[in-house]
């Protein structure tokens, strides 16, 4: 699991060395901890699932993806669960005619796009102004055992279960997928059991008014506190 020093040796025979000062620290750290960057997700992953973020840049010339140094990853939900090594952020900017970015995002099954060897599809387009960023999930390839293969449809349907958004608009949607990627801190796994799903309250129209809020107990907000605080401290 020793990352760091291949990578050192690499930028050392390219000349680019400074440009791995955006994420040496993880690699090192990660090196030093036997625990991988780029494979796993969760507890078998360092940082937790959010290690490194990767990033891309649409050429509005060539129309090649041209990859951008890896940077250290937020803490967000959705890279806890599933691995921030998944994820490639493709960063477009105005100039770059939207047909191009189409033939990216709907690609025919025969031809999926391939990058370093995993296969990514689609997952969600972030709301920016420029650049434009459309990020896109490592459903298969390099790294993704059989067992964590999965399509970016079910990553969308875990930050927004249809079960539970049976009239979820696409507005909506895209909200419920920011908030998967808002930074955010563990505070720690909830015992079993202690979940109860109630009935939305309604208006007189059925309207729902609720909307997803509920109750927690002191003795939940007691276990929030204290996973927190362990959480930040350890950091």
């Known amino acids: 699991n020793d990352i760091h020093t291949p990578l050192l040796k690499i930028h050392n025979v390219a000349n680019t060395r400074h440009t791995m000062q955006r994420y040496e620290k993880i690699t090192k750290a990660a090196s030093l901890s036997q625990l991988p960057v780029d494979t796993c997700s969760g507890k078998q992953m360092f940082g937790g699932g959010s290690a490194l973020y990767f990033s891309a840049t649409l050429n509005s010339e060539t129309k090649q993806i041209v990859l951008n140094v890896p940077e250290q990853a937020s803490d967000r939900r959705i890279f806890r669960k599933f691995g ?7 960063n477009v900017s105005n100039n770059v005619w939207k047909g191009d ?28 102004k420029s650049p434009q960023c459309y990020v ?4 298969a390839g390099i790294g993704i055992d059989k067992d964590e293969e999965i399509s970016s449809d079910k990553v969308r349907e875990w930050c927004a279960p249809p079960k539970f958004n049976c009239d979820l608009s696409i507005g909506k949607e895209q909200k419920r997928i920011k908030l998967s990627f808002s930074k955010t801190t563990p505070s720690g796994i909830l015992p079993e059991n202690c979940l109860e799903v109630v009935p939305d ?5 059925g309207c729902v008014m609720t909307d997803g809020c509920g109750l927690i107990s002191r003795d939940g907000l007691d276990f929030v506190w204290c996973s927190y605080k362990k959480c930040v401290q350890s950091r």
Request: hydrophobic share 45%; aromatic share 16%; charged share 25%.
């Open 136 to 139: 896109f999930f490592a459903e």
């Open 101 to 128: 970015v189409i033939d990216i995002i709907d690609r025919h099954k025969d031809q999926p796009l391939w990058i370093c060897g995993r296969r990514f599809e689609f997952l969600w387009c972030k709301a920016t």
């Open 84 to 90: 921030s090594h998944r994820f490639l952020h493709l």
């Open 201 to 205: 309250v309604k208006g007189s129209g």
